[in-house]
């Protein structure tokens, strides 16, 4: 069985890609996503007054957190020494929107650790927030920049 997917070998077996040979590169990724909430919910983030405590301060150590484990979360990723992640969060008319930017010097791309940054800072932000508003949504989770490694720089082409 020949085949082109990179985590798929010969005889149809998953395997974890072999980087070894590859090239350190400076690597960097960036990741959005956001969670739509009502107004009273939204408010209490911004003030400072949601029940459980510092929703974006809590969110932004979770989502740090996640990244440093997302080779622990997700099967074929390599563990990587990760330089950086930083999260940002920014208010708008419905929702936060967060977003993860991760950077490392290393063989393999960082973008799995930007979304899974992202990802599970928006959970975090609907774990501290859900007796406000049970009714959250969280979406739009994508990458929108890459940096580094044989493909070069790539950006999102739609916001």
Known sequence: MSTSLTHI???????MVDVGAKAETQRLARASGRIRMDAEALAAIKQGDAPKGDVLGTARIAGIMAAKR???????CHPLAIDAVNLDFAFEADAIRATATATLTGKTGIEMEAITAVTIALVTIYDMAKALDKAMVIEDVRLIEKRGGKSGHWLADRA
């Open 9 to 15: 070998d010969g005889d149809g077996t998953a395997r």
């Open 70 to 76: 997302t080779g622990d979360l997700i099967p074929m």
